[in-house]
Each structure stands twice: as C-alpha cells, then as structure tokens.
C-alpha cells in the first residue's frame, strides 16, 4: 500500500469528504472508504504519532475491497490529520499526493479533478507527515485569509522582481530553492510545464538574486509588455519525511483552489511602481511571518544590506580564573561553611587550604599550565577540593566519572594526554599514568596557582562524538568567569544561597553547579548519588539543607514533581534553573501549583558544552507552561546568537536555520582535533571584531519576532536522553566493532504513557549472540548510552536513495540478555492472588509493551524516571508504600511479587 499524511488546512467532516469521494469517477476510484478517529490527547502526543503510523502501514483489504482509503484522526487540541491510502497499481505517489492535498484543503469547493491514470504495480512507499513550520508569531483562527502589498519601486524588470521572491521563499523551505512559475493571465488552467506559457526560474547556488534573474531573463516572453503576472511557488520533490507543507501539495493547491491556497502571489508591473501582493492564509502562516517575507522580497530589489537578525547580550567582564573567584570568597568569608557532603563538610578557608595541599602536590610532580590531571573520585568534599586543586596547580582538569566503563576511562585517559590521575586507587585503564592519591589539607603549605592566567584551559569534558569516539571540549577560565558574570546580577548569587551538586562531574552542567556557587560565596550540598536516584530522599535533601538554588535537566525534574503530594515538605527553593536538554514547559504545571512565581522564579537556559553550559536565558510562568512555550529566551551578556542558513547568511525572524553561538563563552578547541575544530569554529563574519569566531551548534532554531530564540531540535543525529549529549553514530560505531555485526542502527523513540525517550539499537548479524553484542556496550559505553533494547534482523530498511528508513524499523523485540533459568511461576501468598497480574499490569501501562515475571525492568525499556512512575502508581493503588531502591533490588514481577509478600 501506498499513503500518505496530511494535516488539514480547513476543518473536515467525515461526511462531506465521503460525498465528495463517491463523486469521483475513473478507473481507481473503487467504493473509497472515509473512516473517522477521535483521540483523546493533542496531535504532538507521541501516541499520535504511533497512531499515524500504524493507520499509514495497515494495509488495504484484498479482492474486491476499497482500492482508496481515508482515516480522518481528530486531536483533543482541535487538529486533524488525514491518512490517505492507496493500492500502488492505483494511484502513483503523484496521484496519491493530488488527492491527499485536495481533501485536506477543502474538497467541497474544488469542483472536478483529473487525476492520474493508473500506473503499473509497484511497491508502496513510506508515509511522510507533512506541516507547515516556517510561521511563528500568533496565528488566526481557521480558515481566515489575509492580504499584503508591498510597494518594490519601479526600479529592475519582472526578471529581477521574481528572482527576489524566489530567493526570499527558497530561505524559508530548508532544502533546495524552490521554482517560481510566471503565467500570464488566463493561463491558469494551462498545462504548467509548457514552455511557450510559463517559464521556470530556481534561485542557483546559494539562491542570489542575480543569478536567477539571469536564468529568467534568458526566456524570449519578457521581451514584450505584460502587465500582470500571478506567481506560483512550486518545492522539489521533498524527502520521505519533511516538517513543511509539500511540493506538489502547495502547487496543487494554487493550482486547482486559489482560495485554499496557503500562498498566492500577484505581481503588477507598472511604470511608477511594481506591487507585490499576497494572500495568505492566516490560520497557517502569522502576519509577521509574511511582513517580513515581503519586506525582505523588497531589500533584495533596493539593494540593501542584509540586515542581521541575531540576539545579543552585551559586554561582560572576563579577566579572572575559577579558582581566582574562589579564593576571593575564601578571603571575605573564611568561617563560612562551603561544601556539605556525606564525606565532610568543609569551610571556605578548609577548602582553600585542602586545595592548596593537592595543588602543592601537583606542582611538585612537574604539573602545571598546559597539562591536563584525570580526576576519578566519588562525588563529595573530596572531589570539590581535588578539582579546585587542579586548577590552582595551573593544569586543566578531566573529569573521569568511575561508573564509566574500564574501556572508555582508558580512551579518555589516552585521548587527552593525562600527564597524571587523582585517584584512590590505581586502575587499569590508567596504566602507565603517574597516579596521586590526594593529600589531606596541611597548614604549612604555600599557596599556588601564580602562574594560572584567565586563558589557560579550565578543563576539558567529554562529549559524545559523530566519529564514533568521544571528542573533548577544552573551555578556559575566562569562558566561565564570562558566564558568572553575564548571570550574576540577574539572578541575585551570594553568600546566604545554597545550591545542590546533583550531576555528574563529567556532564558539565556541573560546572554551573560546582563553581556557580562557590564562586558567589554560596554553600555547595553535594547530593550522593544514592539518594539522587530517589526522588522522595531527594526533596528530604532539599528540604533539611533549606536549599535555595536548584539546577536540574528536565529528565530529572519530572522525578522530583512525582513527590508534589498534599503532605510534601515545603522547600525554600527560590530560583529553579534547567539546562541540558529541551524542556516541555507543560510539565511545570503541578511545580507552579505549589510553588507560585511570587515565591520561587523558574529560568530556562539554553547552552552548549562548546559555549561554556549557558548561552541563553528566559523566566517561565504558568501563562507559558499552559502555552506550551519553547522559547529559550534571549542571549546572556557577553554571549551572541544568530539563526544562519547553510552558507553563514542571517535568517529573519521566524525561518527555521542552524543556530550559531559567539561572544565569550566560546571555548577553544576540541583537544587534538584541529580539523573538527576547523569545522565547528568558524569565523565570526557577523561581529567585525577580529579573530572572534563562531560556534555552529547542529542545533535547529528560528528567531521569533519578539525576539526570541525558540529551539526546534537537532539537524544531526545527536540526541539528549535525560540530559546527556548523545551521538547516535557513536553507539552504532560500536556494535559495529561486535563480532558478526555485519550492519547497525540505533533510534531514539519516545514511549510508555508519558513518552520517555530511550534508545533502540538494530543489528544484522546472523549467527551472532546478541547478548554478547550488549555485553561489548556495556565495556565499551557508559550505562547512559547502552540502548534499553537490542534487536536483531535481517536486513535494515532504506529510502530510495539508499539511507535508512527508520520508519519501516520493526517495533524493538524482547530484552537481549536472556533472563536467569527459574522454577515455574508460583501464585503469591493467599490473600494478594491478584498482586503479581496488577504489578505487571503497571510495568505494562508505563513501559508501553508486555511484561513477563522473568523480565528485567531495566533491560525492559525501564529507566530511573520509569521505576518512580511504577512505584508511584503501585502506591496510588494501595499496592505498596516501598521505596522505589525496592525495585532496583528486585527487578522483576516474580521477585517483586515474592519481596512485597514476604513476613
């Protein structure tokens, strides 16, 4: 079969789409069926975009059956999609296309149509989920249409006009220029590929105006007087999968329905003056959207610059080190209290001297500026104190979390030259590193850290890397010393703050945690991890420390609202901060209930490991959590942000382009990857400052106009899953080193009942164990990136141009790692016969498949966040108070069962 997705321009009837189907006449048109779908949850759900999917891939009935088929899916947010499907010896994609875009637009009105013979039997092609995603502002309401004129001067003919317009609307479509076709009046009808009626002009190269007007100026028709001209936009042949409205669907549509047009372009050529008008529709596309476009159809034809629409933040002081601003708040407060941790509280004159101790230590090995110290030590007092010793020996720090496996360790510690380790205890991965076990605090010992200068390198973090192999990112004192102080004065930092080091020191997030606080005087409560894992002895935390400044990923913070309960201990938190991965501002909603705005401010911040963990900021209120705002605000001081096309132009307000970040928190380079730091770290052509550079993010973003900067996910295949940066290339790099993979693809999906994201990894490897192929990941990648499923097949689907279709991937099988042999299933305890099928059925509810009493939660799909939801749900259901260490104890229905009935 072949289908196709689309989303409705005016609101449908089932009825009326059926009437108009049965009208239809010619060989294809065998009894169309329309069949209707109300879901109870909004279109953006990821259970909308499961249903999209299995309605565009069930298959027709045989035989005598409909040889046309349309599903008509209506949302709780008042949206609708159509799905339209057709017998591929029917109706080719084109046909297919043709149909799909006159229902949607409004079949009632489009009078008769002709489509396309049949076509010989072929295979059916993937669906493709079509929108219109260019827009931004406040849209109206559906069905109302709009117009703009714009006066373009009478200067340059009808060739330099529509080669404007066409370079205008080619920056909005996020691929190939489109093609503009001019008819001259009456032609409308007309076969719109003839040369004698019409003529093509696509924008060349990076779309300039001049070399479109060449092509257009080359027709023999623009020799002679035309007054008017209706312009018509036609898009190349989109990919399999596209977030704008389609090629032929547009094309159709002005085509065959000029009032349904989403677009439609007239153009007069008049002696004193040429006018631009469009009419639009305005459910669809947002007055500002089209002002700009217009206005910008009108600079191109003046000659004006372009003007660059970017964020800017001002000027900041950078000229300091970390520990620098740390020692400052040593010397003012001494006696105040620094750092609580299971391992030791520390003051600021302990710290300072326990610090001083492991940097005198450090020196006296011949470290210093230039070098770079490994740092694998358990979260705590211990660590702050190792790490700020680092920094005063001069040489920059590597964070090297112990949980990772030996096999990474190894690479890091080889990858970034350690020329030694501060460690408890000598590890294999580090053989043939000098190792330190670090001193206690001593009071004879002089302080260092004299030769440290604000450009020296800080430390360099890890990231996941497209290559297959991580990439560090070397960041300087100056880029956070700019980070504090473009933060400092807005959110009030200072000594009576107590702040949370709740992630792991290899995710820099905690650079933002660690430093933030201690170089503002705050007082630093390090969260073990233990107790970061459950969410109720995480509030306990926040509420004994009285802690005031809380940063969290998204991921995390959905665990800690699970314990917004009617008795919840209140806490003192007055600045909520996120970072590391894109927020869902809907999910805020219960926080804002206890917590109002009067007594806790909620910031969303943007930012990047490249750019030193912020580069963006904005407050969230409820007003934007009940909008479902993605806004992520405006530049801090000293940063830059700018919304580029692929060749480094500016982007207007409201089209979607790659987001560069430059200013001071830029950092230097990926250490020893000069030509991945070429490619990264462009130029900076926008600021006129020399040698400022830019970084290019890979992620995607359009400038609103109030503005703005709304983040729209990655270009790439780089993924967050609960606030680590992921490459997909890396995971896939290595199961491709597993013997007998021959092939491997690795998805990130959203699942369960509130979508969570996991990873999902393919193999093609015959004859191989695939749980020997997970047991590789588990050596050679940290517990983040292992994918929660491992399934293998046969071959690995592709589009017509040979990638991989990851919409035909075959739903993930069962867990890889075979469970432990078990006696046959045993009833529980007279009394609870029932407890084992509810303890499934909740495993079933939240993890989205079925469950049996041998199978792992964790290898299951499960995660942290998941085994809170279990535990929570079990609890509203009488079930059980346990704590959620209760599933981590007891994996599986059986032991769970047998745990909760035992004396």
Known sequence: MRSLVLRTLRWADATELQRWLDGLSGPWARNPVVWTETLPYPSEDPRADRLRRRTATRPLAPGDGPAVRVCLLTYADHVQDLVVGARPEVLDEGGLGSLACLLAAEPSESGPVSLPEPVEEGGGEPAERLSLDWASGTCAGPGTRESLTVLLGSGGGAATLVAALATALARRTGG????????????????????????????????????????????????????????????????????????????????????????????????????????????LVAREAMETLLAEVARYVSGEPERAASLTGGEVAVDATIHGLVAARAEERPDAAAVTAPDGDLTYRQLDRRADAIGHALRSRGIGPGDRVGVCLRRGAELVAALLGVLKSGAAYVPLDPSYPEDRLRYLAQDAGLSLVLAHEHHPAFAGCP?????????????????????????????????????????EHRNFAALLAGTR??????????????????????????????????????????????????????????????????????????????????????????????LDSRTLLPWFDAHPEDRCR??????????????????????DALAGSRSIGVALPGWALHVLDPYGRPLPPGVPGEIHVGGAGVARCYHGRPGLTAQRFRPDHLSGIPGARLYRSGDRGRLRHDGRLEHLGRLDGQVKVRGYRIELDEIRNRLLEAAEVRAAAVVLRHRGEAGDAHLDAYVVSPGADPAAVRAHLERTLPTYMVPSTLTVVDRLPVTGNGKLDTARLPEPGQPVEAAPAAPAWQAPEPGT??????????????????????????????????????????????????????????????RLTEALTAP
Request: aromatic share 8%; glycine share 8%; with cysteine.
């Open 176 to 283: 190939d220029a489109p093609h503009l076709t001019l008819r001259r009046p009456g032609e409308v009808d007309g076969d719109l590929t003839r040369k004698d009626s019409a003529t093509t002009v696509r924008p060349a190269g990076p779309g300039s105006v001049s070399a479109a007007e060449e092509a257009l100026a080359a027709a023999s028709w623009t020799s002679g007087p035309v007054p008017t001209y209706d312009v018509e936009l036609r898009l190349p042949a989109p990919p399999a999968t596209v977030d704008r409205l389609s090629a032929a669907g547009l094309r159709l549509l002005l085509r065959t329905a000029p009032a349904s047009a989403v677009l439609a372009f007239r153009l007069d050529i008049e002696a004193e003056a040429h006018v631009l008008s469009c009419d639009y529709a305005a459910d």
């Open 435 to 475: 190792h330190l076990v670090p001193p206690p605090a001593a009071e004879d010992v002089p302080a260092v850290c004299k030769d440290a200068a604000p450009g020296d390198p800080a430390y360099v973090i890890y990231t996941s890397g497209s290559t297959g192999r991580p990439k560090g990112v070397v960041v």
């Open 489 to 582: 004065e807005e959110f009030g930092f200072g000594g009576s703050d107590v702040w949370t080091f709740f992630h792991s020191f290899a995710f820099d997030f905690s650079v933002w945690e660690i430093w933030g606080c201690l170089a503002t005087g705050g007082r630093l409560v390090v969260v073990p991890e233990d107790v970061a894992r459950v969410p109720e002895e995480f509030r306990e935390l926040l509420h004994s420390q009285r802690v005031t400044v809380l940063n969290q990923t998204p991921s995390a913070f959905v665990q800690l609202l699970s314990t917004e309960t009617a008795g919840a201990s209140a806490l003192d938190v007055r600045l909520l901060m996120f970072g590391g991965e894109p």
């Open 602 to 623: 909620v910031v969303n911040m943007y930012g990047i490991t490249e750019t030193t963990v912020h580069c963006t900021w904005t407050d969230l209120t409820r007003r």
């Open 833 to 894: 016969p029932d407890l084992a099928a509810r303890i499934a059925q909740v495993w079933h509810d939240v993890l989205g498949t079925t469950v049996g009493p041998d199978d792992n939660f964790f290898l299951t799909g499960g995660n942290s966040l998941l085994a809170i939801r279990v535990m929570v749900r079990l609890r509203d259901q009488g079930v059980t108070d346990a704590p959620v260490r209760m599933l981590y104890r007891h994996p599986t229905v059986r």
